[in-house]
């Protein structure tokens, strides 16, 4: 059974840090792109960042770019967002998810088919 298992989220005050991280399992992604999502109260699921099977591309949604940082550690089968300078329009439900094509060349298109069960961040003013 796929499995797609995020941590890392909780509390934080405006101006703090937290690293998610997702841990897959019953499969291997590492040819895969892996991406994050997040879903605000009463708000659509949007994407927030992207990054290639091999870890040498990334992708961001534009309004996070310099604040959020994806990375991936294929070896541990674990994705990582970094989230810098958070502030409370940050406060989401995140998602990690994976594609189900392989070696995709253009993060961007990725297709996610498989998602994680989500993490809440909350980030206070």
């Known amino acids: 059974q796929v499995q797609l298992v995020e941590s890392g989220g909780g509390l934080v005050q405006a101006g703090g840090s937290l690293r998610l991280s997702c841990a897959a399992s019953?499969?291997?992604?590492?040819?895969?792109?892996m991406g994050w999502f997040r879903q605000a109260p009463g708000k659509e699921r949007e994407f927030v960042a992207g990054?290639?099977?091999?870890?040498?591309?990334?992708y961001y949604a534009d309004s996070l770019r310099g604040r959020f940082t994806i990375s991936r550690d294929n070896a541990k089968s674990t994705v990582y967002l970094q989230m810098n300078s958070l502030k409370p329009e940050d406060t989401a439900v995140y998602y990690c998810?994976?594609?189900?094509?392989?070696?995709?060349?253009?993060?961007?298109?990725?297709?996610?088919?498989?998602w994680g069960q989500g993490t809440q961040v909350t980030v206070s003013s």
């Open positions: 019953g499969r291997t992604f590492s040819s895969n792109t």
């Open positions: 990054i290639s099977w091999s870890g040498g591309s990334t």
């Open positions: 998810a994976a594609d189900s094509f392989a070696y995709r060349a253009l993060v961007r298109t990725a297709r996610y088919d498989y």
